[in-house]
C-alpha cells in the first residue's frame, strides 16, 4: 500500500482490528475548507465528515490528527485511529 504508513496498513489488513458493530475512525485529513474524518458507520458505510456534521444521532464536534470527538444523547465520546 504505497504512501500508507506502516502502522495503519497493518491495522487495515488484520481481521478484528476494528469492531464492525460500531462507529470507527479510518482517518483525518486537513483541506481547504477545514478538518475532514474518515468515519465507517456501524452500518458499513464511510462518511467524510467534518464539525457540525451528523452520522445518525451522533453529531461530530471536532476533528483533530488522529482523532474525533462525538457528541449522542447528552454524551460525549473520542474516536480515535485503531491501534493508537
Known amino acids: 500500500m504505497a504512501?500508507?504508513?506502516e502502522k495503519a496498513a497493518e491495522f487495515?489488513?488484520?481481521?478484528?482490528?476494528?469492531?464492525l458493530g460500531s462507529m470507527a475512525l479510518l482517518g483525518?485529513?486537513?483541506?481547504?475548507?477545514?478538518?475532514?474524518?474518515?468515519?465507517?458507520?456501524s452500518g458499513g458505510s464511510v462518511q467524510k465528515v467534518a464539525?457540525?456534521?451528523?452520522?445518525g444521532l451522533a453529531q461530530v464536534r471536532a476533528i483533530g490528527t488522529g482523532m474525533v470527538?462525538?457528541?449522542s444523547l447528552?454524551?460525549?465520546e473520542t474516536l480515535t485511529?485503531?491501534?493508537e
Open 51 to 55: 464539525p457540525g456534521d451528523r452520522i
Open 74 to 76: 447528552g454524551s460525549v
Open 81 to 83: 485511529m485503531p491501534g
Open 28 to 41: 483525518t485529513m486537513v483541506e481547504a475548507a477545514g478538518p475532514r474524518a474518515l468515519i465507517r458507520t
Open 12 to 19: 487495515a489488513t488484520e481481521k478484528g482490528a476494528l469492531d
Open 3 to 5: 504512501g500508507t504508513p
Open 69 to 71: 470527538q462525538i457528541s
